[in-house]
Each structure stands twice: as structure tokens, then as C-alpha cells.
């Protein structure tokens, strides 16, 4: 099996900046896509950021130019650096990757249990 752990939430005010960090440990074999989502009060989750194995991203429109999504394969970590925070972007996020855990199966999609980010002044 695959875990994804979070960790880098907390409280900002307004204008501040955190990073996120997910770690994928267990059994891979491989990851392809890896990404962030968020999911606020009352509020479907949502897609934040993608990023393919190369390098290649996806942000949401709310998200661009504020923030970076980036990873480091060799340590199956993904990371979201959130810089100008609005209220807005207060939210759980989740880190999502797309694993294989060997050569013989499909890709699965893997989910972090979340991270709390609050921008309040």
C-alpha cells in the first residue's frame, strides 16, 4: 500500500506565505501525475495545482502567479509553495499522486489525509 503524508499548513495572515509538503512512501513502483487539491467549509474539493513526472503543470486560474507547485521524484515528494495567501485560499489541501505499486497494474489514485491552511488576520 502507498501513504501520503502533508505536513506545512498552519495560520497566516493575509499577504503571507507557507509551503506544503507530501512525502509518498510504501509500496511504488512508480508515480506519474502528483498534485494538490483543497477542499473549503461547505465547499466541494478542488483541483489547486498538477504536476506531471516531467515538470509539466496545471494550476487553477484562483492560483496562478501566487502559487508554485514543484517535486523531487527521487524523494517521491511533492511540494506547494503559497505565497500573497488570501482568505480565500483558507482550506483543507491534499496532496493526490497517481501510483503504481508494480509493473503489472494500472495507476491508482492516492490521497493524503489533508492539511489545514487558515489566512485570517
Known amino acids: 500500500q502507498v501513504q501520503l503524508v502533508e505536513s506545512g499548513g498552519g495560520l497566516v495572515q493575509p499577504g503571507g506565505s507557507l509551503r506544503l509538503s507530501c512525502r509518498a512512501s510504501?509500496?511504488?513502483?512508480?508515480?506519474?501525475?502528483m498534485g494538490w487539491y483543497r477542499q473549503a467549509p461547505g465547499k466541494q474539493r478542488e483541483l489547486v495545482v498538477t504536476i506531471t513526472r516531467s515538470g509539466r503543470t496545471n494550476y487553477a486560474d484562483s492560483v496562478k502567479g501566487r502559487f508554485t507547485i514543484s517535486r523531487d521524484n527521487t524523494k517521491n515528494t511533492v511540494y506547494l509553495q503559497l505565497n500573497n495567501l488570501k482568505p480565500e485560499d483558507t482550506a483543507v489541501y491534499y496532496c493526490n499522486a497517481d501510483v503504481r505499486t508494480s509493473v503489472a497494474v494500472l495507476r491508482e489514485d492516492y490521497w493524503g489525509q489533508g492539511t489545514q491552511v487558515t489566512v485570517s488576520s
Open positions: 510504501g509500496s511504488i513502483f512508480s508515480i506519474s501525475a
